[in-house]
C-alpha cells in the first residue's frame, strides 16, 4: 500500500517534441499531432502516482504568431488527445530579442533557466528528487539539471542521436527513442531512488 505521507512525485514534460510531434511554431488546434503512445505513456505514469506537468516555451506570442486564446485552443485540443491526464500546463511567453510586444524581453522563466520548474515545485510542493523531466532540446535539460531534476532526451528533428549533444553540456543524458521507452527510464529511475 502507498505511504499517504510520501511526498508527491511529477514529470515535467515539454510540449513540442515529446507530448505532439515538433512541427515548429503551432498557431492553430489543427496543427497538433499526438506522439505515438501518448496516451498510454501518460495512463502508465498516473497510475504509477506522477503528477503530469507540461512545462513549455512559446515564444510564439512575444513573436505575435498567435494569441493567448489561440494558446488557450491549442491546449485545450492537448488536454482532449492526452486524455485530460495533465495536471497543469506552465508557458513561457517570452523571447528575449525576438518580437515587438511587451512579452520581448528576458525572463526567469524561459528555458534554459528554470522559472517555470521552480514555480510548478513550489506550486505543487514538490522535492526535485522526486521528479523528472522529458524534453526534447538541451535547454530542457540544462533547466532541469539546474535544480537538480534527472532528466532524459526525447530523440527527434532537435536531437536526433547521442553525438548531437553539445559537448559543453557533459554529462550527455539518457536518450530515449519513443514513449514507450521514457516510461521504462521513468521506472528504473524512480526504482533506484
Aim: hydrophobic share 40%; proline share 9%; with cysteine.
Amino acid at each position: 500500500m502507498a505511504d499517504p505521507f510520501a511526498l508527491p512525485k511529477a514529470i515535467f514534460l515539454d510540449r513540442d517534441g515529446v507530448l505532439n510531434k515538433e512541427r515548429g511554431f503551432i498557431s492553430d488546434p489543427d496543427q497538433l499531432e499526438p506522439t505515438e503512445g501518448i496516451l498510454e505513456a501518460l495512463r502508465a505514469w498516473k497510475k504509477r502516482g506522477f503528477l503530469l506537468l507540461v512545462v513549455s516555451n512559446q515564444s510564439g506570442l512575444a513573436r505575435g504568431l498567435y494569441s493567448f486564446d489561440d494558446l488557450q485552443a491549442i491546449h485545450a485540443k492537448l488536454r482532449k488527445f492526452c486524455g485530460r491526464l495533465l495536471d497543469a500546463i506552465y508557458v513561457c511567453p517570452h523571447h528575449p530579442d525576438q518580437g515587438n510586444s511587451p512579452l520581448k524581453r528576458p525572463c526567469p522563466c524561459r528555458k534554459p533557466s528554470s522559472g517555470m520548474l521552480t514555480q510548478a515545485l513550489r506550486d505543487w510542493r514538490l522535492s526535485p528528487a522526486r521528479c523528472l523531466l522529458l524534453g526534447d532540446a538541451p535547454r530542457d535539460l540544462v533547466a532541469a539539471r539546474s535544480l537538480g531534476i534527472q532528466a532524459a532526451v526525447m530523440m527527434g528533428p532537435k536531437l536526433a542521436s547521442p553525438e548531437q549533444w553539445p559537448v559543453d553540456l557533459a554529462p550527455q543524458p539518457k536518450f530515449l527513442p519513443n514513449l514507450k521507452a521514457a516510461v521504462d527510464w521513468t521506472d528504473k529511475v524512480m526504482e533506484d531512488a
